[in-house]
């Protein structure tokens, strides 16, 4: 049956000129050679025919010397240097036609220097008005020692072969249609239908009936190509099998059929081809191989040059036409596992196919828009840590890559830059230039110091691809965590941060990758080097606050790894206030909140951060300059943790997968240790002293005790470090009106304290007593509380003192309040102020104090006779008749108290006892003073029951009076009343205490028989007979007469 065909005359002058491909003939083996008479198999024979006569060399690359500085202006040897001319001289025709797209980078040679110089003349048509741009391709720079090897005139690689005819054609399609049908057995069979079917792509470019067999039977050809690889041993290299199939995917790629793109078979394919050959054992391993089990016909190490060489053509056939770099995102994505290999000689061969694949992209580069290369970042990072490999062959294979990847960055860079970054790109260029008359030798220099590819290649690197840089650096250390390639990484990522600045978009991203990678880097130096990347990012006040977030969404107590990175953030002198200021106001943020039902995760997160920084000590410039808000701040969060536990927080879910909270972390630890190590690291060494010994800590810590620690470490600031005093004292003036109520009440309680300091007579009155009077209002008792405190701080100034005195009514009525700490305060301001008052404000307080007379709480008691005897004697002698009869009544109370079980009480009621006796102008028996009990002593008692009733007889009802504390709580009180009842019935006037009446004195005692309290009990039964004697019969005669004889006696 008749083929269909085309014109071949113009078909075939703009096909590829030559259809001569890389030399694949097996070469004998040494000894083979050196016999000269080893038979030779057919499949052999077959390959030798098909290709070439002549042997690849054992070396037919050249070695890159960068110490003779001569690499890359060796021209390759040998037949893989002529297929590579043969190749170019194929494409030529079809480089000389382009579309107005098209972005041709053609090359002149100058013979004198051998250097290329890059023409760009043509880069101008790219964009359309292109006159308003004032980027030209003048502002792109050669890049040097990039030698294009010229295209081989040599007549044998330009002359065309003959069209095949109809039969040929024939005969190959029914040849591959047989290796479709049945099972490529044989190394022949395998051999034959790879021959067939890389002939027949000779056809593609005339003939239609080659076309629409092979693009009908693609999935055939894919499968049968997958089916022969995966025949062939993983672990050894016996048979040119594998670099027949490559050089059958490179012969169709020419002719624009791609076996390794698209579908998903097509991919397994691509995969499949490079893990064939990347897995191979090493060179040396294959020759130990062949050693031991020799087979006579094939030289392994030169077989496996000639493969890898086939497989470098195939992988530079999928990008000669590729003008939007899709190919080439593809290939990096399937050698990328292999150059990240854990195996050298894995590692090797991944880099050279990829050098190889850059370098023949060089030579062709023809780009149109869109491209969709999405790797660039990724790339130069991983050729970039690949620069730093132990392995010398990797590191001048990828130093090479870098250098031919510069050169398509250019080209790329050029061709989608746009006006709005116009002059970064143009910067971005002229430090390239700079770089590379720095430097004669771009590659070495990548070689020697890969840290200069971040310097040259950060300018055309955009957010994303920025991004990609230090991803693919720390996933790469997964890999391959040579302590080179770690220095290298480290010096990579710090200089990309430094010279990017601020254009990093996923920072959070590079953060999580920082974070979760740290932990595999074990030499200090380069882990300081990553925790500096941190900081400069930390340092931009672009990425501070994002920075902030992301570390403080990690659990607490951070991990040795994050908190060495809080501890050792290494930034300049000026940003060091601003980022601790940051992280302040995390925390200060969560405590102007209204009060939650649980804390927030960052208040505690931002606590044990600071903790961490203040443990570090590299911002002690910013420690020291915002102690005043630093300590106020921890102080909050002190009082908001007490009593709370980590189940009283608001974690983020997920945050503790990995863990459980200890039971042992709390919120107040995290707080209390920060509060300590600010004191520590700000030199407050005799004030965390202070602290310790008097247990402030725990003071601190407790419920009902907040405000005491509070009060201890203001006390212990003003007293040793009063400049720091002073400038917190300046700090709450604002402060105390923010946040909460717990914020408030701790910003109070340090406020009043470092009100005893001098600068506090200096505050304007609006933020001083106006503020106090507003807390002697509050609901909130210790509002009141704290401004009696600050009113009683501020009397020691004497400026001061008018001022405070305008609020007297407010501190009388705080007299009346039920919280003792509040009356005591009060009492203490009256105290300072009593000498001052007038008569109504002291007749208003002598009413309350006889209030407290008898108080169940000790202390109030006590201060309130205190205040009382200070408030008879600042009477004036005008206004003393008018405060008597309160004088009088006070006796009885004061006389009964001096027998109370307290100490204290009892001697301050004897004290003011003699201070209302001198203000009556009367002489106190010295019985009064005595410290024993009466019932131990009742001579004594009755001296003084004599006394008092003959001094208050006519002026107020003694009995009256000592009969109501008969029911007095405390027992010595109560003992005391009664027995005075029963004196005070011996010695007063039996007829007066008859008209008095006697039947509810006796009620009274009657219900005192039965107390529980032995010696009440007899002294109430006596008392309570005196009574009745004193109802029943007259006074003594014997009574009278000894008076009527004393009295004799005194007029006598």
Not at 1010 to 1021: A, G, M
Request: proline share 5%.
């Amino acid at each position: 049956m008749p083929l269909s065909r085309r014109g071949r005359g113009s078909r075939l002058a703009g096909s590829r000129a030559a259809t001569s491909r890389l030399p694949r003939a097996t070469a004998l083996s040494p000894k083979s050679a050196s016999r000269g008479a080893l038979s030779i198999s057919h499949a052999q024979l077959l390959t030798r025919r098909r290709h070439s006569s002549e042997q690849v060399p054992p070396e037919s690359e050249p070695q890159a010397d960068f110490r003779s500085g001569k690499w890359l202006q060796e021209p390759a040897t040998g037949d893989a240097r002529d297929s590579r001319q043969a190749l170019r001289a194929r494409m030529s025709s079809k480089h000389r036609i382009r579309s107005q797209e098209e972005v041709v980078i053609p090359y002149a040679y100058d013979n004198d220097s051998g250097s290329m110089d890059l023409e760009l003349s043509n880069l101008e048509t790219i964009k359309k008005g292109s006159s308003s741009i004032e980027l030209t391709d003048l502002d792109i720079p050669d890049v040097p020692e990039l030698r294009c090897e010229p295209l081989s005139d040599s007549p044998r690689h330009l002359t065309q072969q003959d069209p095949l005819n109809e039969a040929i054609v024939d005969k190959l399609i029914q040849s591959i249609q047989r290796g479709f049908n049945d099972e490529l057995k044989g190394e022949l069979e395998k051999l034959t239908f790879l021959e067939s079917l890389s002939s027949l792509s000779r056809a593609l470019p005339y003939d239609e009936t080659t076309e629409s067999f092979i693009h009908s039977h693609i999935a055939d050809i894919v499968h049968t190509l997958n089916v022969l690889v995966q025949e062939e041993r993983p672990h050894s290299l016996s048979s040119p099998v594998r670099q027949e199939v490559f050089v059958t995917i490179a012969d169709l790629s020419y002719q624009d059929v791609h076996l390794l793109f698209g579908s998903e078979d097509r991919a397994e394919l691509f995969s499949l081809v490079i893990k064939s050959i990347i897995t191979l054992p090493s060179v040396r391993t294959l020759t130990q191989i062949q050693e031991i089990m020799p087979n006579g016909t094939c030289n392994t190490e030169c077989l496996y040059r000639q493969t890898f060489q086939a497989f470098s053509e195939m992988l530079q056939s999928l990008v000669v036409k590729d003008p939007y770099l899709e190919n080439l995102d593809t290939i990096i994505k399937h050698l990328d596992p292999w150059l990240q290999s854990v195996k050298d000689h894995e590692r090797e061969r991944a880099t050279a196919g990829m050098t190889q694949v850059l370098k023949c992209l060089t030579r062709h580069l023809s780009l149109k828009l869109p491209l969709r290369f999405q790797r660039l970042g990724h790339l130069v990072a991983l050729m970039a840590l690949l620069c730093g490999d132990p392995q010398e062959k990797v590191a001048e294979k990828a130093a090479e890559s870098i250098h031919y990847l510069l050169h398509i960055t250019l080209r790329l860079k050029y061709i989608i830059h746009d006006k709005k970054n116009q002059q970064s790109l143009k910067r971005a260029l002229t430090k390239c230039r700079e770089f590379l008359e720095l430097y004669s030798s771009a590659a070495k220099c990548f070689y020697t110091c890969p840290f200069r590819i971040a310097q040259v290649f950060e300018g055309f690197l955009d957010s994303n691809e920025l991004c990609q840089f230090i991803m693919t650096t720390f996933d790469t250390l997964k890999n391959l965590n040579h302590p080179r390639i770690q220095r290298s990484a480290g010096e990579l990522l710090l200089t990309l941060a430094k010279n990017a600045e601020s254009r990093f978009e996923k920072v959070p991203e590079i953060l999580g990758v920082i974070c979760a990678q740290l932990s595999i880097i074990s030499q200090p130096r380069v882990r300081q080097q990553i925790i500096n990347t941190v900081s400069l990012f930390i340092s931009r006040p672009k990425y501070t606050d994002i920075v902030l977030s992301f570390l403080l969404c990690h659990p607490v107590p951070y991990n040795r790894h994050l908190a060495e990175v809080w501890r050792t953030l290494a930034v300049e002198l000026p940003s060091t206030t601003w980022i601790l200021w940051r992280l302040l106001r995390k925390l200060q943020t969560c405590h102007n909140e209204p009060a939650q039902e649980k804390m927030a995760y960052v208040a505690v997160a931002a606590t044990d951060a600071l903790y961490e920084v203040f443990l570090g000590n590299r911002l002690r410039a910013a420690t020291f300059r915002l102690f005043p808000q630093l300590l106020m701040t921890l102080l909050i969060q002190i009082h908001h943790s007490i009593g709370l536990t980590m189940s009283d927080v608001d974690i983020p879910s997920g945050l503790y997968t990995e863990q459980e909270v200890s039971s042992e972390v709390t919120p107040l630890c995290f707080a209390m240790q920060a509060t300590k190590t600010l004191l520590l690291r700000t030199c407050c060494l005799q004030e965390f002293n202070i602290m310790e010994k008097n247990k402030g800590w725990a003071l601190l810590g407790g419920k009902d005790c907040h405000l005491q620690g509070v009060f201890l470490l203001a006390n212990a600031l003003l007293e040793r470090n009063r400049l720091l005093a002073q400038k917190v004292m300046y700090l709450l003036v604002p402060f105390l009106n923010r946040g909460n109520d717990k914020h408030k009440l701790t910003s109070a309680g340090v406020f009043v304290e470092l009100l005893r300091s001098p600068v506090a007579k200096r505050l304007p009155s609006i933020y001083s007593v106006a503020r106090l009077k507003d807390w002697l209002q509050d609901g909130n008792h210790l509002f009141r509380m704290l401004g009696l405190r600050g009113l009683y701080n501020l009397i020691g100034h004497q400026e001061m003192r008018e001022d405070i005195k305008s609020l007297l009514p407010y501190i009388v009525d705080s007299l009346r309040e039920t919280d003792k700490k509040i009356v005591l305060s009060a009492i203490q301001i009256l105290l300072q102020l009593v000498r001052t008052m007038d008569f109504t404000t002291l007749a208003a307080i002598m009413r309350t104090l006889f209030s407290l007379f008898g108080d169940v709480r000790p202390d109030v008691h006590h201060f309130s006779m205190t205040l009382f005897g200070a408030a008879i004697k600042s009477v004036k002698n005008p206004d003393k008749k008018s405060v008597e009869k309160q004088v009088l009544d006070s006796l009885v109370p004061l006389l009964l108290y001096s027998q109370d079980e307290n100490d204290a009480v009892a001697e301050e009621s004897r004290r003011v006892l003699t201070i209302c006796a001198q203000f009556l102008k009367w002489k106190l028996p010295q019985e009064v003073y005595s410290k024993d009990p009466w019932h131990v002593k009742p001579t004594e008692a009755g001296t003084i029951c004599r006394f008092f009733e003959k001094k208050c007889k006519g002026k107020i009802n003694i009995l009256e009076q000592t009969l109501m504390y008969s029911r007095n709580p405390k027992l010595p009180i109560r003992r005391s009343a009664v027995l005075f009842v029963g004196l005070l019935s011996k010695y007063m006037d039996h007829n007066e205490l008859r008209r008095m009446g006697t039947d509810r004195i006796e009620d009274d005692l009657r219900d005192l028989l039965c107390d529980p309290e032995p010696s009440l009990c007899i002294i109430t039964s006596q008392t309570l007979l005196l009574v009745q004697m004193a109802r029943a019969e007259p006074k003594p005669k014997q009574r009278v007469n000894w008076l009527q004889k004393l009295m004799g006696r005194s007029s006598a």
